[in-house]
Protein backbone atom coordinates (compact mmCIF):
# COMPACT_ATOMS: atom_id res chain seq x y z
CA UNK A 1 0.00 0.00 0.00
CA UNK A 2 3.28 2.31 -0.09
CA UNK A 3 3.64 2.01 -3.46
CA UNK A 4 3.86 5.28 -5.68
CA UNK A 5 4.20 6.11 -9.25
CA UNK A 6 5.60 9.33 -10.88
CA UNK A 7 3.79 11.22 -13.46
CA UNK A 8 4.22 14.69 -14.88
CA UNK A 9 2.30 17.44 -14.20
CA UNK A 10 0.07 18.78 -17.27
CA UNK A 11 -1.94 21.49 -15.86
CA UNK A 12 -3.08 23.08 -12.85
CA UNK A 13 -6.31 24.36 -11.13
CA UNK A 14 -5.76 25.53 -7.44
CA UNK A 15 -5.29 22.20 -4.82
CA UNK A 16 -5.40 19.89 -7.73
CA UNK A 17 -3.27 18.98 -11.28
CA UNK A 18 -4.17 16.89 -14.08
CA UNK A 19 -1.07 14.53 -13.96
CA UNK A 20 0.10 12.06 -17.07
CA UNK A 21 0.87 8.82 -15.93
CA UNK A 22 2.63 6.84 -18.50
CA UNK A 23 -0.02 8.07 -20.79
CA UNK A 24 -3.00 8.52 -19.15
CA UNK A 25 -4.51 11.11 -17.24
CA UNK A 26 -4.94 11.54 -13.79
CA UNK A 27 -6.68 14.28 -10.95
CA UNK A 28 -4.36 14.35 -8.30
CA UNK A 29 -4.47 16.50 -5.44
CA UNK A 30 -0.99 19.00 -5.07
CA UNK A 31 -1.01 20.12 -1.48
CA UNK A 32 1.56 18.14 -0.07
CA UNK A 33 4.23 19.55 -2.22
CA UNK A 34 5.75 22.89 -2.15
CA UNK A 35 5.48 25.48 -5.73
CA UNK A 36 3.90 22.64 -7.71
CA UNK A 37 4.63 23.70 -11.59
CA UNK A 38 3.48 22.31 -15.15
CA UNK A 39 6.24 19.98 -15.68
CA UNK A 40 7.64 18.90 -12.30
CA UNK A 41 7.40 15.09 -12.38
CA UNK A 42 5.96 13.95 -9.04
CA UNK A 43 5.33 11.15 -6.82
CA UNK A 44 2.09 10.33 -6.58
CA UNK A 45 0.35 8.04 -3.36
CA UNK A 46 -3.23 7.10 -2.92
CA UNK A 47 -4.38 10.78 -5.17
CA UNK A 48 -1.68 12.84 -3.84
CA UNK A 49 1.44 14.16 -4.94
CA UNK A 50 3.75 13.44 -1.91
CA UNK A 51 7.20 14.31 -3.51
CA UNK A 52 8.67 16.00 -6.03
CA UNK A 53 11.68 13.56 -8.15
CA UNK A 54 14.04 13.94 -11.17
CA UNK A 55 13.06 13.04 -13.92
CA UNK A 56 16.01 10.70 -14.87
CA UNK A 57 15.43 8.32 -12.05
CA UNK A 58 16.08 5.34 -13.85
CA UNK A 59 19.70 6.87 -15.77
CA UNK A 60 20.65 7.97 -12.47
CA UNK A 61 20.75 4.99 -11.12
CA UNK A 62 21.87 3.13 -14.09
CA UNK A 63 25.42 5.20 -14.87
CA UNK A 64 26.11 5.21 -11.01
CA UNK A 65 25.90 1.47 -11.36
CA UNK A 66 27.69 0.67 -14.38
CA UNK A 67 30.65 2.97 -13.37
CA UNK A 68 30.52 0.61 -10.40
CA UNK A 69 30.76 -2.80 -12.03
CA UNK A 70 33.28 -1.20 -14.54
CA UNK A 71 35.83 -0.32 -11.60
CA UNK A 72 34.73 -3.98 -10.11
CA UNK A 73 35.46 -5.72 -13.13
CA UNK A 74 38.89 -3.89 -13.77
CA UNK A 75 40.24 -4.47 -10.23
CA UNK A 76 38.99 -8.14 -10.32
CA UNK B 1 24.17 -1.26 -20.51
CA UNK B 2 20.96 -2.75 -20.98
CA UNK B 3 19.32 -3.22 -17.73
CA UNK B 4 18.54 -7.12 -17.94
CA UNK B 5 22.40 -7.34 -18.12
CA UNK B 6 23.16 -4.88 -15.60
CA UNK B 7 20.97 -6.79 -13.26
CA UNK B 8 22.32 -10.46 -14.45
CA UNK B 9 25.92 -8.56 -13.36
CA UNK B 10 25.38 -7.45 -10.12
CA UNK B 11 23.47 -10.84 -9.13
CA UNK B 12 26.76 -12.39 -9.99
CA UNK B 13 28.66 -9.96 -7.43
CA UNK B 14 26.12 -10.70 -5.14
CA UNK B 15 27.12 -14.25 -5.22
CA UNK B 16 31.01 -13.42 -5.05
CA UNK B 17 30.20 -11.59 -2.06
CA UNK B 18 28.04 -14.03 -0.15
CA UNK B 19 30.40 -16.16 1.50
CA UNK B 20 28.84 -16.66 5.55
CA UNK B 21 25.20 -16.76 5.48
CA UNK B 22 23.63 -13.18 5.37
CA UNK B 23 19.86 -12.09 6.36
CA UNK B 24 18.63 -9.02 4.98
CA UNK B 25 15.52 -7.57 5.87
CA UNK B 26 13.05 -5.93 3.70
CA UNK B 27 11.26 -3.86 5.42
CA UNK B 28 8.47 -2.44 3.28
CA UNK B 29 5.59 -4.79 1.81
CA UNK B 30 5.64 -3.43 -1.84
CA UNK B 31 9.46 -4.16 -1.53
CA UNK B 32 8.49 -8.16 -0.71
CA UNK B 33 6.25 -8.30 -3.48
CA UNK B 34 8.62 -6.55 -5.69
CA UNK B 35 10.95 -8.80 -4.78
CA UNK B 36 8.99 -11.81 -5.13
CA UNK B 37 7.47 -10.80 -8.58
CA UNK B 38 10.64 -10.01 -10.47
CA UNK B 39 12.45 -13.26 -9.65
CA UNK B 40 15.41 -11.55 -7.74
CA UNK B 41 14.92 -13.74 -4.98
CA UNK B 42 15.50 -17.29 -6.83
CA UNK B 43 18.31 -15.51 -8.62
CA UNK B 44 20.21 -15.26 -5.34
CA UNK B 45 22.64 -17.32 -3.45
CA UNK B 46 20.80 -20.02 -0.81
CA UNK B 47 23.16 -18.58 2.11
CA UNK B 48 21.40 -15.10 1.36
CA UNK B 49 18.26 -14.80 2.87
CA UNK B 50 15.71 -11.96 2.37
CA UNK B 51 13.38 -11.72 5.48
CA UNK B 52 10.14 -9.59 5.00
CA UNK B 53 9.88 -6.76 7.41
CA UNK B 54 6.47 -5.13 9.20
CA UNK B 55 5.84 -2.58 6.60
CA UNK B 56 2.75 -4.42 5.40
CA UNK B 57 -0.29 -2.06 6.88
CA UNK B 58 -2.86 -4.49 6.46
CA UNK B 59 -0.96 -7.05 8.23
CA UNK B 60 0.09 -4.90 11.45
CA UNK B 61 -3.36 -3.35 11.76
CA UNK B 62 -4.68 -4.58 14.96
CA UNK B 63 -7.78 -7.04 15.51
CA UNK B 64 -9.64 -4.70 17.83
CA UNK B 65 -9.58 -1.98 14.68
CA UNK B 66 -11.14 -4.63 12.49
CA UNK B 67 -14.11 -5.40 15.27
CA UNK B 68 -14.42 -1.75 16.21
CA UNK B 69 -15.32 -1.47 12.28
CA UNK B 70 -17.61 -4.16 12.31
CA UNK B 71 -19.14 -2.51 15.01
CA UNK B 72 -19.50 0.88 13.54
CA UNK B 73 -21.38 -1.04 10.78
CA UNK B 74 -23.98 -2.28 12.77
CA UNK B 75 -25.18 1.71 12.50
CA UNK B 76 -26.84 2.80 9.22
CA UNK B 77 -23.32 4.36 7.96
CA UNK B 78 -21.65 4.10 4.69
CA UNK B 79 -17.30 2.77 5.19
CA UNK B 80 -15.53 3.29 2.98
CA UNK B 81 -11.53 2.02 2.91
CA UNK B 82 -8.67 0.82 1.21
CA UNK B 83 -8.70 -2.36 -1.03
CA UNK B 84 -6.74 -5.31 1.26
CA UNK B 85 -8.80 -4.06 4.68
CA UNK B 86 -12.41 -5.84 4.28
CA UNK B 87 -10.55 -8.70 4.09
CA UNK B 88 -8.84 -9.39 6.97
CA UNK B 89 -10.46 -10.67 9.96
CA UNK B 90 -10.90 -9.06 12.94
CA UNK B 91 -11.68 -11.68 16.45
CA UNK B 92 -14.52 -13.27 14.80
CA UNK B 93 -15.53 -11.60 11.04
CA UNK B 94 -13.95 -9.11 8.45
CA UNK B 95 -15.50 -6.24 7.32
CA UNK B 96 -16.47 -8.10 3.62
CA UNK B 97 -18.16 -10.46 6.25
CA UNK B 98 -20.77 -7.44 6.63
CA UNK B 99 -21.83 -7.13 2.66
CA UNK B 100 -24.15 -10.22 2.86
CA UNK B 101 -25.97 -7.72 5.53
CA UNK B 102 -26.72 -5.31 2.99
CA UNK B 103 -23.81 -2.72 4.28
CA UNK B 104 -22.81 0.49 2.17
CA UNK B 105 -19.25 -0.67 1.99
CA UNK B 106 -16.75 1.38 -0.35
CA UNK B 107 -13.42 0.59 -1.54
CA UNK B 108 -11.40 3.39 -2.04
CA UNK B 109 -8.14 4.40 -3.73
CA UNK B 110 -7.74 7.70 -2.71
CA UNK B 111 -8.91 9.31 0.93
CA UNK B 112 -9.70 12.23 -0.82
CA UNK B 113 -12.80 10.40 -2.56
CA UNK B 114 -14.05 9.95 0.89
CA UNK B 115 -14.96 13.67 0.63
CA UNK B 116 -17.12 13.40 -2.28
CA UNK B 117 -19.06 10.82 -0.53
CA UNK B 118 -19.73 12.48 2.79
CA UNK B 119 -21.00 15.28 0.21
CA UNK B 120 -23.58 13.10 -1.85
CA UNK B 121 -24.69 11.40 1.33
CA UNK B 122 -25.52 14.39 3.67
CA UNK B 123 -28.09 12.00 5.62
CA UNK B 124 -25.66 9.49 6.14
CA UNK B 125 -22.33 9.27 8.40
CA UNK B 126 -19.52 8.12 6.46
CA UNK B 127 -16.81 6.63 7.94
CA UNK B 128 -13.28 6.32 6.30
CA UNK B 129 -10.72 3.41 7.61
CA UNK B 130 -7.58 4.41 6.91
CA UNK B 131 -4.45 2.26 7.64
CA UNK B 132 -0.84 3.19 6.84
CA UNK B 133 2.47 4.50 7.37
CA UNK B 134 4.61 7.48 6.63
CA UNK B 135 3.57 7.77 3.03
CA UNK B 136 0.06 7.21 3.51
CA UNK B 137 -0.47 9.35 7.20
CA UNK B 138 -0.01 13.06 5.50
CA UNK B 139 -2.93 12.46 2.54
CA UNK B 140 -5.43 11.02 5.49
CA UNK B 141 -4.09 14.19 7.29
CA UNK B 142 -5.05 16.66 4.44
CA UNK B 143 -8.31 14.83 3.88
CA UNK B 144 -9.37 15.18 7.82
CA UNK B 145 -7.78 19.31 7.56
CA UNK B 146 -10.04 19.29 4.33
CA UNK B 147 -13.40 17.83 6.12
CA UNK B 148 -12.79 20.47 8.71
CA UNK B 149 -12.76 23.16 6.85
CA UNK B 150 -15.36 22.50 4.69
CA UNK B 151 -17.80 21.27 7.81
CA UNK B 152 -18.40 17.88 7.13
CA UNK B 153 -19.94 16.75 10.02
CA UNK B 154 -21.51 13.26 8.80
CA UNK B 155 -17.44 11.94 8.05
CA UNK B 156 -15.31 10.74 10.75
CA UNK B 157 -11.88 8.66 10.50
CA UNK B 158 -10.84 5.23 12.11
CA UNK B 159 -7.10 4.99 11.54
CA UNK B 160 -4.37 2.54 11.67
CA UNK B 161 -1.19 4.97 10.77
CA UNK B 162 1.59 3.32 12.18
CA UNK B 163 5.54 4.61 12.56
CA UNK B 164 8.17 2.98 11.10
CA UNK B 165 11.36 3.50 13.54
CA UNK B 166 9.76 2.88 16.67
CA UNK B 167 8.74 -1.05 15.32
CA UNK B 168 12.72 -0.98 13.78
CA UNK B 169 13.86 -0.44 16.74
CA UNK B 170 11.81 -3.26 18.50
CA UNK B 171 13.24 -5.86 15.72
CA UNK B 172 17.04 -4.52 15.90
CA UNK B 173 16.93 -4.54 19.61
CA UNK B 174 15.23 -7.47 20.50
CA UNK B 175 15.85 -10.02 17.21
CA UNK B 176 16.25 -13.79 17.24
CA UNK B 177 17.66 -13.86 13.56
CA UNK B 178 20.68 -11.57 13.04
CA UNK B 179 20.18 -9.18 10.75
CA UNK B 180 23.17 -7.95 8.77
CA UNK B 181 21.41 -5.67 5.99
CA UNK B 182 18.50 -3.65 5.37
CA UNK B 183 16.42 -2.23 2.88
CA UNK B 184 14.25 0.60 4.36
CA UNK B 185 11.24 1.53 2.57
CA UNK B 186 11.77 3.99 -0.35
CA UNK B 187 8.63 5.63 -0.10
CA UNK B 188 8.27 6.61 3.62
CA UNK B 189 11.49 8.06 3.07
CA UNK B 190 10.30 9.83 0.36
CA UNK B 191 7.99 12.07 3.25
CA UNK B 192 10.17 11.62 5.71
CA UNK B 193 13.82 11.82 4.16
CA UNK B 194 16.59 9.26 3.85
CA UNK B 195 18.21 10.73 7.42
CA UNK B 196 14.78 8.82 8.89
CA UNK B 197 16.57 5.57 8.39
CA UNK B 198 20.43 6.85 9.50
CA UNK B 199 19.67 5.08 12.96
CA UNK B 200 19.81 1.54 11.67
CA UNK B 201 23.48 2.17 10.64
CA UNK B 202 24.63 4.73 13.87
CA UNK B 203 23.03 2.75 16.41
CA UNK B 204 22.79 -1.02 16.00
CA UNK B 205 25.83 -1.10 12.95
CA UNK B 206 23.72 -2.83 10.55
CA UNK B 207 24.33 -1.55 6.89
CA UNK B 208 21.61 -0.11 5.34
CA UNK B 209 20.14 1.20 2.22
CA UNK B 210 16.80 3.33 1.29
CA UNK B 211 16.16 1.89 -2.40
CA UNK B 212 13.58 2.13 -4.73
CA UNK B 213 11.20 -0.92 -6.43
CA UNK B 214 12.31 -1.68 -9.54
CA UNK B 215 14.25 -5.02 -10.06
CA UNK B 216 17.40 -2.56 -10.94
CA UNK B 217 16.88 -0.63 -7.57
CA UNK B 218 16.78 -3.77 -5.97
CA UNK B 219 19.58 -5.63 -7.25
CA UNK B 220 21.17 -2.69 -6.66
CA UNK B 221 20.72 -2.08 -2.70
CA UNK B 222 21.33 -5.76 -1.97
CA UNK B 223 24.28 -5.35 -4.02
CA UNK B 224 25.91 -2.06 -1.98
CA UNK B 225 24.77 -4.06 1.31
CA UNK B 226 26.35 -7.81 0.52
CA UNK B 227 29.86 -5.41 -0.69
CA UNK B 228 29.36 -3.50 2.39
CA UNK B 229 29.01 -6.19 4.65
CA UNK B 230 31.79 -8.91 3.31
CA UNK B 231 33.63 -6.09 3.42
CA UNK B 232 33.72 -5.84 7.18
CA UNK B 233 34.41 -2.13 7.49
CA UNK B 234 32.34 -0.09 9.38
CA UNK B 235 28.62 0.09 8.65
CA UNK B 236 27.41 2.66 6.06
CA UNK B 237 23.89 3.77 5.46
CA UNK B 238 23.24 4.58 1.64
CA UNK B 239 20.45 6.49 -0.06
CA UNK B 240 20.26 4.63 -3.74
CA UNK B 241 16.85 6.33 -4.32
CA UNK B 242 17.89 10.01 -4.76
CA UNK B 243 15.84 10.83 -8.00
CA UNK B 244 12.78 10.60 -5.54
CA UNK B 245 14.13 10.60 -1.90
CA UNK B 246 15.56 13.76 -0.35
CA UNK B 247 17.79 13.62 3.06
CA UNK B 248 15.57 15.80 4.35
CA UNK B 249 12.25 14.72 2.36
CA UNK B 250 8.53 16.28 2.24
CA UNK B 251 8.74 19.07 5.00
CA UNK B 252 5.64 20.39 3.97
CA UNK B 253 3.99 16.71 4.25
CA UNK B 254 5.14 16.19 7.51
CA UNK B 255 4.18 19.45 8.76
CA UNK B 256 0.31 18.63 7.74
CA UNK B 257 0.60 15.59 9.11
CA UNK B 258 1.60 16.84 12.45
CA UNK B 259 -0.65 19.45 12.43
CA UNK B 260 -3.73 16.74 12.13
CA UNK B 261 -1.99 14.21 14.51
CA UNK B 262 -0.10 12.99 17.68
CA UNK B 263 2.15 10.96 18.57
CA UNK B 264 1.13 8.03 21.30
CA UNK B 265 1.64 4.35 21.61
CA UNK B 266 0.02 1.78 19.47
CA UNK B 267 -1.08 -2.13 19.09
CA UNK B 268 0.46 -3.94 16.20
CA UNK B 269 -1.52 -6.83 15.39
CA UNK B 270 0.28 -9.98 16.75
CA UNK B 271 3.38 -8.11 17.76
CA UNK B 272 1.23 -5.57 20.88
CA UNK B 273 1.66 -2.08 22.22
CA UNK B 274 5.08 -0.62 20.70
CA UNK B 275 5.56 2.86 22.73
CA UNK B 276 5.12 5.96 20.39
CA UNK B 277 4.60 4.12 17.29
CA UNK B 278 0.67 5.51 16.28
CA UNK B 279 -0.45 8.45 14.69
CA UNK B 280 -4.19 9.64 16.34
CA UNK B 281 -6.14 12.46 16.11
CA UNK B 282 -4.85 15.47 18.02
CA UNK B 283 -7.71 17.57 20.29
CA UNK B 284 -8.04 19.84 17.33
CA UNK B 285 -9.55 16.96 15.23
CA UNK B 286 -10.84 14.86 17.64
CA UNK B 287 -14.31 15.16 16.86
CA UNK B 288 -13.52 13.32 12.97
CA UNK B 289 -12.75 10.33 15.42
CA UNK B 290 -14.77 7.74 14.53
CA UNK B 291 -14.18 6.01 17.75
CA UNK B 292 -15.28 8.61 19.93
CA UNK B 293 -18.24 9.66 17.67
CA UNK B 294 -19.63 5.79 17.69
CA UNK B 295 -18.75 5.60 21.26
CA UNK B 296 -16.61 2.40 20.94
CA UNK B 297 -14.03 1.45 22.83
CA UNK B 298 -11.64 -1.40 21.11
CA UNK B 299 -10.80 -4.11 23.00
CA UNK B 300 -7.17 -5.84 23.35
CA UNK B 301 -7.53 -8.66 21.56
CA UNK B 302 -5.02 -11.93 21.66
CA UNK B 303 -4.11 -13.16 18.43
CA UNK B 304 -5.09 -16.59 16.50
CA UNK B 305 -1.56 -18.35 17.97
CA UNK B 306 -2.40 -21.02 15.49
CA UNK B 307 -1.04 -18.11 12.81
CA UNK B 308 2.92 -16.90 12.65
CA UNK B 309 2.38 -13.86 10.87
CA UNK B 310 3.67 -11.94 13.89
CA UNK B 311 6.89 -14.20 13.47
CA UNK B 312 6.95 -13.44 9.86
CA UNK B 313 6.82 -9.73 10.27
CA UNK B 314 9.23 -9.54 12.76
CA UNK B 315 11.87 -11.71 10.65
CA UNK B 316 12.15 -14.78 13.04
CA UNK B 317 10.37 -17.16 10.54
CA UNK B 318 10.24 -17.66 6.62
CA UNK B 319 6.29 -17.65 5.46
CA UNK B 320 6.97 -21.54 4.96
CA UNK B 321 8.12 -22.36 7.83
CA UNK B 322 4.42 -21.16 9.31
CA UNK B 323 2.31 -24.80 9.96
CA UNK B 324 -0.26 -23.27 8.24
CA UNK B 325 1.12 -22.06 5.30
CA UNK B 326 -0.28 -23.10 1.80
CA UNK B 327 -2.57 -26.17 3.68
CA UNK B 328 -5.02 -24.20 6.09
CA UNK B 329 -3.63 -20.31 4.71
CA UNK B 330 -4.07 -19.60 1.28
CA UNK B 331 -4.49 -16.53 -0.46
CA UNK B 332 -8.00 -18.02 -1.17
CA UNK B 333 -8.35 -18.99 2.74
CA UNK B 334 -6.52 -17.12 4.38
CA UNK B 335 -6.08 -17.70 8.00
CA UNK B 336 -3.47 -14.31 8.76
CA UNK B 337 -3.39 -10.95 7.38
CA UNK B 338 0.01 -11.74 5.80
CA UNK B 339 -1.60 -14.10 3.31
CA UNK B 340 -4.74 -11.55 2.74
CA UNK B 341 -2.83 -8.41 1.62
CA UNK B 342 -1.21 -8.30 -2.10
CA UNK B 343 2.03 -6.94 0.42
CA UNK B 344 1.86 -9.71 2.45
CA UNK B 345 5.11 -11.80 2.47
CA UNK B 346 3.16 -15.31 3.19
CA UNK B 347 1.20 -14.03 -0.10
CA UNK B 348 3.65 -12.91 -1.89
CA UNK B 349 5.40 -16.07 -1.50
CA UNK B 350 2.58 -18.50 -2.19
CA UNK B 351 1.96 -16.31 -5.41
CA UNK B 352 5.12 -16.79 -6.81
CA UNK B 353 5.78 -20.20 -5.09
CA UNK B 354 8.94 -19.55 -4.03
CA UNK B 355 8.35 -22.25 -0.88
CA UNK B 356 8.84 -24.53 -3.50
CA UNK B 357 5.66 -26.48 -2.98
Keep these: MCLAVPGIIVSIDRAWAQVDVMGILNAVNVLLIDEPAVGDCVLIHAGCAIQKISSDNLSYLSNILSEFLIKEEKNG | ?357
Design chain 2, 1 to 357: MDNGILIKKMINEIQKSCIEKLNIMEVCGTHTQAISRSGIRSLLPPNLVLLSGPGCPVCVTDESLIDAAVEILRNDIILATFGDMVRIRGSLESISDQLHKRKNIFVLYSPLDCLELARDNPDKQVVFFAAGFETTAPGIALTVKLAYEENLHNLSFLTSLKLMPPVLHKILREKQKKIHGLICPGHVAAVMGAGYFRFVAGEYGINAAVCGFEPLDIASGLLFLTKKISSGYESAFANLYESCVSEEGNETAREIMMQVFDIADGNWRGIGEIKKSELFLNENYCSFDALKKFNIRPDKFVSDQRCNCSDVILGNIMPYECRLFGKACTPQKPAGPCMISSEGSCSAYYRYWEAGL
